[in-house]
């Protein structure tokens, strides 16, 4: 087993058949795109100096100020989702404007988003960032992910991961998964912070108990691989399976190595399969390629040479060595008849990932 204490692509390479359990490193750095409805308005009026009645008229005002902000900020918001009127990107933008300028974080947000994604204006990630921070630093936690994002990966400001990791923690210590998850991923590398595996693993544990499925995956590799903490066979099969069951297909692919090889719980050549199989569904070259081998040898399923070959066929199609080899050797033991009904079993495979692919989309 070759391992990586810093979380380059870890690779776990056995006999026959072949299994690739790979530790995902990529932070998530999807932004967080959807208009913000309200809730997090700031007040902005302050008591004035000047004596009770100066100080009562300049609140009042200040009242009829703020509800006419947020009467702005909720038709910005209608116009931007067509939510009772027809979906008008440039109204929204006039909207969202004022009250933004007024320090209604949600208003600062959606104006950012605009910008962000050139809604209603011309995209311009600087003007995004500047509108992001005035919101993130209200404690906005959309604004501060979307920030944190900005500043790692370099858009509208000069990459900075020391910022990103800043802005990260604040999301994550709200509660954010995927903010979890992206701060365990710097505090293994170390990148903006110090490394540290202890707080790395502390951080993917948040994220999983909460369900994200990449941060189960990670969590259980660090448990299979024991370099991190003490090696527990039970701890990755939990997570595995976790982040498996939620369809994330190297996990199905890792908890199908754990049952073809016994890692930890008893060998189970038909469970192996059941995972190997889902994972292929979803157009894993690595999964087809065990399929195949699973197929030819009779292991958790019937023997059957056709099919073996068809996912053979259809693993090398993208792009996997291995499989190429295994179907050159596989050739010489079938008929053309049974290569024919292989090439059709790829071709039925094909169609189907498609299918389940549209379907997700």
């Not at 991190?228 to 369809?247: C, F, H, M, P, T």
């Not at 070259?285 to 019937?302: H, I, S």
Request: net charge neutral; with cysteine.
């Amino acid at each position: 087993m070759e391992t990586s204490k810093d979380y380059i692509e870890t690779v776990l390479r056995v006999a026959t058949p072949s299994w690739f359990p790979i530790f995902v490193e990529k932070t998530i750095t999807t932004r967080r795109h959807i208009y913000s409805a309200g809730g997090k308005e700031q007040a902005t009026t302050k008591h004035l100096s000047g004596g009770p009645i100066a100080g009562i008229l300049g609140w009042f005002r200040g009242v009829v100020n703020h509800e006419n902000s947020n009467k702005q900020f909720k038709l910005g918001y209608d116009y931007a989702t067509g939510k009772g009127v027809s979906q008008d990107y440039n109204k929204a933008f006039g909207c969202f404007t004022e009250p933004a300028k007024k320090g209604i974080a949600d208003a600062q947000f959606n104006l950012a988003l605009m910008y962000d994604k050139g809604d209603g204006v011309a995209r311009d990630y600087e003007q995004a960032f500047e509108w992001y921070s005035k919101s993130a630093q209200q404690g906005y936690a959309l604004a501060q992910f979307n920030l944190a994002v900005m500043y790692e990966q370099g858009e509208g400001v000069a990459r900075n991961y020391e910022q990103a990791f800043v802005w990260y923690s604040k999301v994550a210590q709200q509660g954010d998964a995927e903010a979890q998850f992206n701060l365990a991923l710097m505090y293994g590398k170390g990148n903006g912070v110090s490394q540290d595996y202890s707080q790395s693993l502390d951080w993917f544990a948040k994220a999983a108990e909460q369900g994200l499925a990449v941060a189960q995956f990670n969590l259980a590799m660090i448990y299979e691989q024991g370099e991190i903490v003490a090696r527990d066979y039970e701890q990755a099969l939990k997570w595995y399976s976790n982040a498996a069951w939620q369809g994330l297909a190297a996990a199905q692919c890792n908890l199908a190595f754990i049952y073809y090889h016994g890692a930890g719980v008893a060998r189970d050549y038909e469970q192996a399969f059941k995972w190997s199989s889902k994972a292929a569904q979803q157009g894993d070259a690595k999964a087809q390629f065990n399929l195949a081998e699973m197929y030819r040898n009779g292991e958790g399923v019937a023997k059957d040479l056709p099919r073996a070959y068809g996912l053979g066929f259809l693993a090398s199609a993208g792009g996997l060595d291995n499989a190429k080899s295994f179907i050159k050797e596989l050739e010489p033991q079938l008929s053309a008849q049974q290569i024919a009904e292989g090439e059709r079993i790829a071709q039925e495979w094909r169609t189907r990932i498609e299918v389940n692919k549209r379907a997700k989309q």
